[in-house]
């Protein structure tokens, strides 16, 4: 029998599992701060919800674990957290602005490589109902925060899926063809320029248009000056939008960088798309992206269109950035470790119902140990203090507490424990 995890799946034993709860709820306390608030859908979706032409596309759909049910339903495990939010929110249609957070498994079968999985956890956020960029600079806006809260340095590149389709229009590639085209040149830094030539010819394009297309975007990386030059009606409102996000970002206090050929690779991004990478360090990959989706929610109802936008965390390959830093985090949660000594285990599970029922984090020695025993766990465990309860302890009423960062001990009554504890 093979006991290891299936591929592209891991077990998180208790140091990193502790870590993760712990960044989770960091990520968590800055999405409240801003005004979202919890949703919870379920792991599994309709494959026609999955698989409709306006949600991920075809590059996601080859990722798409498939079953069918009892029933004969065909089911699909989630790719992401958006199309499920999308679902929801036009079969209930929620007072506007609806501003949620989602924090789940997804599962893609795709390709494996350093700080990418099978399952892995997206840390969603989305404000639907806003028209403009002001919900995009406030989305940004809790990027910098959040990734601060975690102690990351990142850097924000901003795109337009407006602009792109405009330079892509300016470089002569015909509608029925640029969304192809968009998803090589998102693979621009991943397989260089002759690549994606390679690869937009593979998709339709002849090679004059490749290289066309590529040439556009060179000059694309001059910024707004050249941007500004191009006339369609794509690229210019494309321009105006990003133009209006950068100054909000700078009230903000958001610095952020204008890359032309940034994509992201699910087909029902309309507006401006993001995405976070760390400043230095070996991951490569993105610990966050999104943009905005003004038409997915209304072609799910079918009724009016609801502008959303939103960006996903991806705490696994988070997870791989904090351990390339040195993060760690003790496995155990208890502030106190408690055990007894003599006939006084009763009176010792007293003591330690006294402190839990005044919040604090608790750990009793179930196995009966020995003095020396007790102490090495405690230390092994990382937890920082020991309480001994013993006959002698129970005459005076106060209970012997060491600290084991000094090996300090001091005698306290439950009272003055609570107060020292806490």
Known sequence: MDLNAPRGTRDFLPEEAALRESVAGKLKEVFKKYGFVPLETPVMENIEVLSSKFAGGEEILKETYSLTDQGGRKLGLRY????????????NMMAKPFKRY??????????????????????????????????EAEILSMVKEAFSSIGLDVKIKVNSRLLLNGLLEEAGVEESKQLGALLSLDKLEKIGA????????????????????????RKAEKGF?????????????????LKELFALLKAYGVQ???VPNLARG??????????????????ASSLAGGGRYDDLVGQFSGKEKVPAVGIS????????????????????????YVFWIGDTKKDCIKVIQELRKAGIQCLLDLAGRGVSKNFAFASKQSIPFVLIVGEK???????????????????????????ELK
């Open 80 to 91: 992401d957290l958006t199309v499920p939010l999308c679902r929801v929110f036009a079969d």
């Open 102 to 135: 989602q924090i789940a498994s997804v599962f893609r079968d795709g390709p494996l490589k350093k700080g990418r999985y099978r399952e892995f956890v997206q840390c969603d956020v989305d404000t639907l109902g806003v028209e403009g960029v002001d919900a």
């Open 194 to 217: 002759e690549g994606v030539v390679s690869e937009m010819q593979e998709r339709g394009l002849t090679k004059k248009q490749a290289e066309k297309v590529m040439d556009v975007f």
């Open 225 to 241: 000056a050249f941007l500004e030059e191009i006339k369609n009606a794509n690229a210019t409102e494309g321009v105006k939008q």
């Open 256 to 258: 952020a960088e204008l």
């Open 266 to 283: 699910l087909n029902y991004y309309t507006g401006t798309v993001f995405e976070v990478y760390l400043k230095t360090g070996e991951i």
């Open 313 to 336: 965390f991806g705490l696994d390959v988070i997870m791989e950035a904090l351990k390339d830093h040195g993060e760690r985090k003790n496995a155990s949660s208890a502030k106190v």
């Open 393 to 419: 302890e129970l005459e005076e009423k106060k209970f012997t507490l060491r600290d084991m960062a000094s090996g300090k001990e001091r005698k306290l009554s439950v009272e003055d424990l609570k107060k």
